[in-house]
């Protein structure tokens, strides 16, 4: 089992790393994502169909791209109570799933009444079957590589997908005789066909779902949600903080820092670098003095960090979204660029918004920030070629 899921409160008993096939690094990955997006969310949402969400974007995409398609699904279905805008992908929000099993009963019993019958006859209830198909996003109850067709179609049409998945996994197992395996943990079914499954979920007439839900939406208290990472990263000033090892990897690849610097320098990352791994690329000890054996080992790589230890033992770097790719003259990055001090203060430094000067890559030097501020003109941050002078 991967560890922190506790996090997410409600999870599914029957949630198994093992039933994805992860690798090493796609179960890390998973670790990572399913950490940060739970700590952005009330310990009142129900994130048990989170871990296998996860696993099944990280069979089809990057670990970067799973984390960004799993953060903008919580956020939508969170503001969808507020927000008629908004596409609901999971019934995250207070009294959700009971509005999610109410919806499916009335298109159960529209759609298939004879099932439905049926369902009250062997006393199985529309709350058991949402809270084991839909709560595991129908893992281990429909063929792997199904469930992934299906999971392309749920990001384009959202929550209504699911409906209609569960009603054509009624009718296959109805229709072939497999009543029992409703009433028992069932091995995936056997679906010969898979384009004709597809196909036969939107047969199901749904009718208007959003006005629908518009009806039944009643008022909601207002709930922690998550919000998108503000563009702009003021200087802020911070106390050192005491060591929280769940906030950071467990091996950092750094000899210059103490593991509560790096845990400080680790929440100052942007959200969508918090689940990457750090590794080291360049070392002085190791790699030598020199500006331009940096670049190129890191020409192909991003995001970066750089941690500069000085003679007078004092800690301070600089983080970069882009590769250090040489631009004589020309400044590159975005808004995300930040200078930091971890010794003898630990204070990070955004953009001001002042200009646009956020890393200057040349043969002769590496320099961050410019401009001129409070009677103070030239760069924040800059390091000759051979790695012995610079200043902050």
């Known amino acids: 089992m991967v560890p922190d899921l506790t996090l997410l409160g409600g999870l599914s008993e029957e949630f198994c790393e093992e039933a994805h096939h992860l690798s090493e690094a796609h179960a890390i990955a998973l670790h990572n994502i399913v950490f940060v997006l739970a700590k952005g969310h ?47 992908y999971f019934p995250v929000l207070h009294d959700a799933e009971a509005r999610l099993v109410r919806t499916f009963e009335r298109h159960l019993r529209h759609n298939l009444p004879a099932i439905a ?44 997908l699911f409906l209609r998945a ?61 919000a998108p990472p503000p563009p702009v990263q003021v200087p802020t000033s911070v106390p050192s903080p005491s060591c929280d090892p769940d906030n950071v990897p467990q091996a950092y690849p750094s000899a210059l820092l103490t593991h509560e610097q790096f845990n400080q320098l680790w929440r100052w990352l942007p959200t969508r670098c918090i689940i990457m791994e750090p590794v080291r690329l360049y070392a002085t000890v190791a790699d030598g003095f020199s500006l331009g054996r940096l670049y190129s080992y890191c020409a192909e790589w991003s995001p970066l960090l750089v941690i500069v230890k000085s003679a007078e033992k004092n800690l301070f770097g600089l983080f970069l979204a ?18 930091f001090t971890l010794s003898p203060n630990a204070t990070k430094y955004g953009w001001t918004q002042l200009n646009r ?17 409070a009677g103070h003109s030239g760069y924040g941050f800059s390091i000759d070629d051979e790695l012995h002078y610079g200043r902050l």
């Open 42 to 88: 009330s310990p009142a949402h129900n994130l048990c169909f989170l871990p296998d969400f996860v696993c099944l974007l990280l069979q089809v995409v990057t670990a970067e791209q799973a984390f960004a398609i799993a953060y903008l699904t919580l956020y939508e279905s969170a503001r969808r109570g507020r927000s008629s805008g908004a596409r609901r």
């Open 117 to 160: 019958d049926t369902l009250t006859s062997l006393g199985v209830t529309a709350d058991r079957l949402v809270s084991q198909w839909f709560g595991r996003v129908f893992v281990g109850v429909l063929p792997y590589d199904l469930i992934v067709r299906i999971l392309d179609c749920f990001l384009c049409e959202g929550e209504g």
């Open 166 to 226: 569960g009603l054509a996994l009624l009718s296959t197992l109805c229709d072939g005789g497999r009543t029992d395996a409703l009433l028992t943990s069932m091995s995936p079914v056997n679906v010969p066909d898979q384009g004709a499954f597809v196909r036969a979920m939107f047969e199901f007439d749904l009718g208007n779902e959003e006005e629908e839900v518009q009806q039944e939406q009643p008022e909601q208290p207002e709930q922690r949600q998550p």
């Open 322 to 339: 882009d590769p250090l790719q040489v631009r004589a003259g020309r400044f590159s990055g975005n808004g995300e660029t930040f200078l």
């Open 357 to 373: 000067y956020y890393t200057l890559v040349e043969p002769t030097q590496l320099a961050c920030g410019g401009g001129c501020t």
